[in-house]
C-alpha cells in the first residue's frame, strides 16, 4: 500500500490554549525550513495535527529530519481516505494484510477518533464497525484491545481520513522561536553544545559568542566550536556565531590582577561582552554550560560573584546534572565525538592552580577599580567577527534574515 502522507501529532503545543495558532504556525515554519531541499513535499495545518504529504518524496529522509524538530511529540506514516465508512473499512483491511504477511501479526485493535465532529458515526461506532469488517475477512486473527501486534489508529478529520499504525517519537519541546532569542556561551567542550540543545529545546532561538585566544589557540579549536555550532543547527536553525578576540583580556589579567581572582575576572569579563553582544542583538538572556561544583568557576560563591556584572537572566540548564548525564544527551545529539578533539579553547590559557572557589563581590570590584575594564571590553566588542552557521548555505542564511 502506498502511504503517501505523514502525520504529525503535537504534545505540549496542545496545552497552549489561545496562543496554540502561534505554536502550530511556528512549528509548520520549522518543518518548512528544515525539510526545504525536498521540493515535492505540500503541508496542511489542520487542528491539532500537521499532515504532510509527499508527492513521491521517500519518506526515510523525511522523517530522519522530523525527529530532530522541536515540538513534535510523534508521528506516523499514514493512508488518506475519503470521509467514507467503507474506505476506512478497505484501508483498515489492507493495513492488517500487510503487516499480516511482513510481520506474522496474530491480533490487532482499531482505535478510532473522530476530530470532526460532524461526521455522523462517533469514535465508538467506528471501532466497531471497522473492526468487525476486518475481522471477518481475516484469518488466523483475533481483537486484542488491551496488548495488540497491530493498533490501526484512524483519524476523521474535515476533508479527510487518515489511518495510521505505529509512531516515531519526536524531540518534544516547543519550536524553536516560539521562546526569544538567547545568547550561547559555546566553548569547545562537552557541556555547552548540551546547554544550547537544551535551550532551543524549549523554544529559544540562540545564537552564540566564543572567546577565543589566539595564537594560544588555533584554527583548529575554532573550527571545532564552527562545526559543534553547526551540528545545532540541525536542531533549529541556523546560528549567528560572534568569535570575540580574547588574548589581549587574558594577557593583561595575567599581569596585572591577583593569580587567585583572574579566573572570577575573566569571567566577569566575558559576561560584560556577552551582555553587550546580547543587547545589540534584542537577546533576552545568556545561556551557559555550567553545572554546579564542576569546576572552581561553578560554585555558588563563584556564580554569585561572576553574576554580579550583568542584569540579564543566565540560563544554565546543566546546573543539577553530572558529567556523565550531560556526557549521554552529548552523545545522542551527535556533538560530543567533536567536543572532545583534543584543541584548547581560551578558559585553560593562562590558567591558574590556584583559583578561588569562594571568590567575594566585595574583592573582586576592589581589584577591578585598579584595572581598565572599560577599555578592554569595549575593545574586544569592537574587534569581534560575527560569522553564519548554517546546514544549507544560501538557502538557510535567506531564511535567517527573516528573524
Given at each position: 500500500?502506498?502511504?503517501?502522507?505523514?502525520?504529525?501529532?503535537?504534545?505540549?503545543?496542545?496545552?497552549?490554549?489561545?496562543?496554540?495558532?502561534?505554536?502550530?504556525?511556528?512549528?509548520?515554519?520549522?518543518?518548512?525550513?528544515?525539510?526545504?531541499?525536498?521540493?515535492?513535499?505540500?503541508?496542511?495545518?489542520?487542528?491539532?495535527r500537521?499532515?504532510?504529504?509527499?508527492?513521491?518524496?521517500?519518506?526515510?529522509?523525511?522523517?530522519?529530519?522530523?525527529?530532530?524538530?522541536?515540538?513534535?511529540?510523534?508521528?506516523?506514516?499514514?493512508?488518506?481516505?475519503?470521509?467514507?465508512?467503507?474506505?476506512?473499512?478497505?484501508?483498515?483491511?489492507?493495513?492488517?494484510?500487510?503487516?499480516?504477511?511482513?510481520?506474522?501479526?496474530?491480533?490487532f485493535?482499531?482505535?478510532?477518533?473522530?476530530?470532526?465532529?460532524?461526521?455522523?458515526?462517533?469514535s465508538?461506532?467506528?471501532?466497531?464497525?471497522?473492526?468487525?469488517?476486518?475481522?471477518?475477512?481475516?484469518?488466523?486473527?483475533s481483537?486484542?484491545?488491551?496488548?495488540?501486534?497491530?493498533?490501526?489508529?484512524?483519524?476523521?478529520?474535515?476533508?479527510?481520513?487518515?489511518?495510521?499504525?505505529?509512531?516515531?517519537?519526536?524531540?518534544?519541546?516547543?519550536?524553536?522561536?516560539?521562546?526569544?532569542?538567547?545568547?550561547?556561551?559555546?566553548?569547545?567542550?562537552i557541556?555547552?553544545?548540551?546547554?544550547?540543545?537544551?535551550?532551543?529545546?524549549?523554544?529559544?532561538?540562540?545564537?552564540?559568542?566564543?572567546?577565543?585566544?589566539?595564537?594560544?589557540?588555533?584554527?583548529?579549536?575554532?573550527?571545532?566550536?564552527?562545526?559543534?555550532?553547526?551540528?545545532?543547527?540541525?536542531?533549529?536553525?541556523?546560528?549567528?556565531?560572534?568569535?570575540?578576540?580574547?588574548?589581549?583580556?587574558?594577557?593583561?589579567?595575567?599581569?596585572?590582577?591577583?593569580?587567585?581572582?583572574?579566573?572570577?575576572?575573566?569571567?566577569?569579563?566575558?559576561?560584560?561582552?556577552?551582555?553587550?553582544?546580547?543587547?545589540?542583538?534584542d537577546?533576552?538572556?545568556?545561556?551557559?554550560?555550567?553545572?554546579?561544583?564542576?569546576?572552581?568557576?561553578?560554585?555558588?560563591?563563584?556564580?554569585?560573584?561572576?553574576?554580579?556584572?550583568?542584569?540579564?537572566?543566565?540560563?544554565?540548564?546543566?546546573?543539577t546534572?553530572?558529567?556523565?548525564?550531560?556526557?549521554?544527551?552529548?552523545?545522542?545529539?551527535?556533538?560530543?565525538?567533536?567536543?572532545?578533539?583534543?584543541?584548547?579553547?581560551c578558559?585553560?590559557?593562562?590558567?591558574?592552580?590556584?583559583?578561588?572557589?569562594?571568590?567575594?563581590?566585595?574583592?573582586?570590584?576592589?581589584?577591578?577599580?585598579?584595572?581598565?575594564?572599560?577599555?578592554?571590553?569595549?575593545?574586544?566588542?569592537?574587534?569581534?567577527?560575527?560569522?553564519?552557521?548554517?546546514?544549507?548555505?544560501?538557502?538557510?542564511?535567506?531564511?535567517?534574515?527573516?528573524?
Amino acid at each position: 500500500m502506498e502511504y503517501n502522507h505523514i502525520l504529525i501529532r503535537f504534545g505540549e503545543l496542545a496545552l497552549k490554549g489561545k496562543n496554540r495558532s502561534f505554536f502550530e504556525k511556528q512549528l509548520l515554519q520549522n518543518m518548512k525550513f528544515t525539510l526545504k531541499g525536498l521540493s515535492n513535499l505540500t503541508f496542511k495545518r489542520t487542528y491539532g495535527r500537521i499532515v504532510i504529504e509527499l508527492n513521491g518524496e521517500n519518506h526515510e529522509p523525511v522523517m530522519e529530519k522530523l525527529s530532530n524538530i522541536f515540538g513534535i511529540h510523534s508521528f506516523s506514516l499514514a493512508l488518506k481516505v475519503e470521509n467514507d465508512v467503507d474506505e476506512m473499512k478497505k484501508a483498515a483491511l489492507g493495513i492488517l494484510k500487510e503487516q499480516q504477511a511482513a510481520e506474522g501479526i496474530k491480533t490487532f485493535k482499531i482505535t478510532s477518533k473522530r476530530a470532526y465532529k460532524p461526521f455522523p458515526i462517533d469514535s465508538q461506532q467506528l471501532n466497531q464497525m471497522i473492526g468487525g469488517y476486518v475481522l471477518s475477512q481475516s484469518e488466523d486473527i483475533s481483537v486484542d484491545v488491551h496488548n495488540p501486534d497491530l493498533d490501526i489508529r484512524v483519524e476523521v478529520r474535515e476533508t479527510a481520513t487518515y489511518l495510521t499504525f505505529g509512531q516515531y517519537p519526536g524531540a518534544g519541546g516547543l519550536p524553536v522561536g516560539t521562546g526569544g532569542k538567547v545568547l550561547l556561551m559555546l566553548s569547545g567542550g562537552i557541556d555547552s553544545p548540551v546547554a544550547g540543545y537544551l535551550t532551543m529545546k524549549r523554544g529559544a532561538r540562540i545564537e552564540a559568542v566564543h572567546f577565543h585566544s589566539p595564537p594560544y589557540t588555533n584554527e583548529r579549536a575554532l573550527q571545532k566550536v564552527k562545526d559543534l555550532a553547526q551540528t545545532l543547527t540541525k536542531y533549529g536553525s541556523s546560528i549567528r556565531l560572534h568569535l570575540v578576540p580574547f588574548t589581549e583580556i587574558q594577557q593583561y589579567l595575567h599581569k596585572e590582577a591577583p593569580s587567585n581572582y583572574q579566573m572570577t575576572l575573566m569571567r566577569r569579563m566575558m559576561l560584560r561582552i556577552s551582555e553587550r553582544i546580547a543587547r545589540e542583538r534584542d537577546i533576552l538572556a545568556i545561556a551557559s554550560g555550567e553545572s554546579l561544583g564542576q569546576v572552581a568557576s561553578q560554585t555558588l560563591h563563584s556564580m554569585n560573584t561572576i553574576n554580579e556584572v550583568t542584569n540579564l537572566p543566565i540560563i544554565r540548564p546543566l546546573i543539577t546534572m553530572d558529567k556523565l548525564e550531560v556526557i549521554d544527551i552529548a552523545k545522542k545529539i551527535d556533538t560530543f565525538e567533536t567536543s572532545i578533539l583534543p584543541f584548547e579553547d581560551c578558559c585553560t590559557i593562562f590558567l591558574p592552580s590556584d583559583s578561588k572557589t569562594r571568590p567575594k563581590r566585595e574583592h573582586a570590584n576592589k581589584f577591578e577599580k585598579y584595572l581598565e575594564v572599560d577599555k578592554y571590553v569595549n575593545d574586544a566588542v569592537e574587534r569581534t567577527e560575527s560569522v553564519q552557521i548554517t546546514s544549507v548555505s544560501k538557502a538557510e542564511k535567506d531564511m535567517e534574515d527573516l528573524f
